[in-house]
């Protein structure tokens, strides 16, 4: 059993830290500006990407990420009871670390705006969602899940009880 809780904890581990990574170094959304003035003579047409800092909430998502890393490695590396809060508190973090994924990319929704600046140019914007909101979701939740299962495999059993008799 707990060679089956190690090996599965391992899994989830190394692919929550792919996720990770991808949720990270990926961008979140990505936008388009775009600007045609013809009395002017000015066009303006402009992409962009947003990071997870660029985000309102993007902050504490990282540090939401990182709490279930610290969860993870207490769970690996700590002694005693140390394993099983390891694990409490990974999949504590990774919940809460998934919500707030969906919340970030719920406020990203797909949008188009269009606005007037000085009567006479029109301005257009559109956002889209971007590739990292998966790995956003299911990193927290991939490494919450690697924490409480290694937890579990390195926690000892009680000893038995000497016979009385």
Known sequence: MRRTLTITGGICAGLGFLAAFGAVALPWATFRVHLDSPLAGVTLDQDGRL?????????????????????????????????RLGGLIGVLFGISGCLLAINLAGSISDAAGNATIAALVPLSTTVKAGVAI???????????????LLGAARTRAPAPAAPTG
């Open 51 to 83: 990071s997870l800092l660029d985000l309102t909430r993007g902050g504490w998502y990282l540090a939401v990420l990182l709490g279930s890393c610290v969860g993870f490695a207490a769970a690996i590396g700590g002694q005693g009871w140390l394993h």
């Open 134 to 148: 998966p790995f956003g979701v299911v990193a927290p939740l991939l490494l919450g899940a690697s924490a409480a």
